[in-house]
């Protein structure tokens, strides 16, 4: 049963995108004029990625979800081999000790943003051919986990322990939706906290984040500064904000303002009713996300629907934790409202793959195709 798309989740996305840009001006005018010498520098490159972006929702929005599942393997090689391609001398890009980033020489592509998103189609569509095999060790649950553990191997050798952590627990909580036996699942949280101790405390720099996050003011001229300068925006804003582009912490204060610690300009500057708004479009769009994958026509529609949802939720958290001192400093983005091209583009596009989905969907009470 072919149905219009979710316009309410459209609207909340543009609206979000509009949110965004022009917080985003608003945090990097100055950063942009003293660079730069043009205040809207960054300004222009967004709203060129939102254009490109927009361009990429409305063609997958039109791409018929179920195609995805004839190409998951060569789109799970292409995107293993562009995240390979950061290492490549000339091609890929270091910056700050961190293999990232392609250099295209007309723009930067960050290929784990396109990891993350092929990584939840390619569980959606081994969760579902699976179905109750995943109960089943050897059959159901080593193989997926073991190609998704690949992904995050080459995104971990990259220095992205952010996203690695991200695409870790988006992994775990598909399992357990698609019905994974809580033991598997336990054994393998169990054998990857060590790990992942072991990753923060055999490099210095993680080390200093985690003790920052412990008592930033220990270390405030060194690792805890950037916590600390977003706790002042944060508690500077109050209810009603300074005003938009009234922000001081912005000038040279709060590193990476426009990217990573854009939420503490938006709490400084639109103070607290700011944020419940953003929150609330960003709600909503969570909201929606499992709707449709609620009514999703099958498993494959509805592990996608999921997965998306659940990468986008865990990183506006993770993203706000770290802004608020909750969490470690972790290098994600605050998705639709950061700065940041690839992560924009990648976005709109898992948007439209979610219409897609949307025009497609039955009521659940009309029964629904498992196969």
Do not use: C
């Amino acid at each position: 049963m072919k149905r219009s798309f979710d316009y309410t989740l459209f609207i909340a996305v543009v609206l979000l995108v509009g949110f965004g840009l022009t917080m985003v001006y608003s945090s990097s005018a100055i950063l942009a004029k003293e660079k730069y010498h043009q205040s809207a520098y960054f300004l222009k490159k967004e709203i060129l990625y939102a254009v490109i972006g927009f361009i990429a929702l409305f063609v997958t929005r039109k791409i018929p979800y179920q195609w995805y599942q004839k190409i998951v393997y060569p789109l799970f090689i292409l995107s293993l081999l562009l995240l390979v391609a950061v290492f490549v001398p000339h091609l890929g890009q270091k910056v700050g000790g961190a293999h990232r980033w392609i250099n295209l020489a007309v723009f930067s592509f960050q290929p784990s943003e396109l990891s993350k998103l092929v990584l939840v189609i390619y569980l959606a569509y081994a969760l579902a051919k699976k179905k109750e095999k995943i109960r089943s060790f050897l059959i159901g649950f080593v193989p997926p986990m073991i190609l998704s553990g690949l992904f995050i191997s080459v995104v971990l050798l990259q220095k992205d322990l952010g996203n690695a952590f991200l695409m870790t627990a988006t992994v775990f909580i598909l399992f357990f939706i698609a019905g994974a036996r809580l033991s598997y699942l336990t054994t393998e949280v169990l054998l990857a906290i060590p790990a992942f101790t072991l990753m923060i405390a055999s490099v210095p720099y993680r080390r200093q984040r985690l003790l920052a996050f412990m008592n930033p003011w220990a270390h405030k001229n060194e690792a805890g500064f950037q916590l600390i300068q977003s706790l002042v925006a944060v508690q500077r804003g109050g209810f009603w904000g300074q005003g938009l582009g009234a922000g001081k912490q912005k000038l040279f204060y709060l590193p990476e303002a426009h990217t990573d610690f854009i939420f503490s300009v938006v709490a400084e500057e639109l103070g607290f009713l700011g944020v419940v708004i953003m929150l609330v479009l960003f709600g909503i769009f969570i909201y929606r996300t499992f709707v449709i994958a609620w009514k999703g026509p099958d498993l494959f529609a509805t592990y996608l629907a999921s997965g998306i949802g659940i990468l986008f939720g865990l990183q506006g958290l993770f993203n706000i934790g770290v802004v608020m001192g909750l969490v470690p400093t972790k290098g994600l983005t605050l998705p639709f409202v950061s700065y940041g091209g690839t992560s924009l583009v990648m976005s709109l596009m898992a948007v439209g793959i979610l219409l897609n989905i949307s025009s497609q969907q039955q009521d659940p009470s009309e029964g629904r195709s498992r196969n």
